[in-house]
């Protein structure tokens, strides 16, 4: 392989294991594992928890998205990444990422149902506290839920 994009390089700051805890009454604490693949030309992101107790939000019980897997990769031409999501629900969405200085940035606009992600990298870089947003229209966001990454 050429030599890596230092772009790439840039995502090594999220490979490993990591506890997440979303910042849901109820829900418990899962994990989530990075690695390359395919010789670090993608980061692989797999996320699972244990199975969710009784008294989880009905919302979460009847949309419970675990395991989810995430491929990302590099769009060269502007240092942007691209990470596709499948769940077990049978969820299948693309969103545009970035990755610098620390701030992880996720985001997807899909008329009816816009996604937006940002988590920022402690300077340990052990814990990254990060919230989800959702719109309709992709002008009034809300709080979808708040989550936090630890190794």
Same mark, same amino acid.
């Given at each position: 392989?050429?030599?890596? @994009?230092?772009?790439?390089?840039? $995502?090594?700051?999220?490979?490993?294991?990591?506890?997440?805890?979303?910042?849901?009454?109820?829900?418990?604490?899962? &994990?989530?594992?990075?690695?390359?693949?395919?010789?670090?030309?993608?980061?692989?992101?797999?996320?699972?928890?244990?199975?969710?107790?009784?008294?989880?939000?009905?919302? &979460? /019980?009847?949309?419970?998205?675990?395991?989810?897997?995430? $491929?990302?990769?590099?769009?060269?031409?502007?240092?942007?990444?691209?990470?596709? +999501?499948?769940?077990?629900?049978?969820? @299948? /969405?693309? +969103?545009?990422?970035?990755?610098?200085?620390?701030? &992880?940035?996720?985001?997807?606009?899909?008329?009816?149902? @816009?996604? /937006?992600?940002?988590?920022?990298?402690?300077?340990?870089?052990?814990?990254?506290?990060?919230? &989800?947003?959702?719109?309709?229209?992709?002008?009034?966001?809300?709080?979808?839920?708040?989550?936090?990454?630890?190794?």
């Amino acid at each position: 392989m050429t030599e890596r @994009h230092p772009a790439l390089a840039r $995502l090594d700051a999220l490979t490993g294991r990591w506890t997440v805890q979303p910042k849901v009454d109820g829900l418990s604490a899962g &994990w989530s594992d990075f690695s390359w693949v395919e010789d670090g030309r993608f980061l692989r992101q797999f996320s699972d928890a244990e199975p969710l107790p009784p008294d989880a939000p009905r919302a &979460w /019980r009847e949309n419970n998205p675990l395991p989810t897997t995430s $491929l990302i990769g590099l769009d060269d031409a502007g240092e942007e990444f691209t990470m596709l +999501y499948a769940d077990a629900r049978g969820v @299948h /969405r693309v +969103y545009r990422m970035t990755f610098a200085d620390g701030v &992880w940035r996720a985001w997807r606009d899909a008329p009816g149902f @816009h996604q /937006r992600f940002v988590g920022v990298l402690n300077r340990d870089g052990d814990t990254i506290d990060g919230r &989800w947003e959702t719109s309709e229209d992709g002008v009034d966001w809300r709080l979808d839920f708040e989550i936090t990454y630890r190794r």
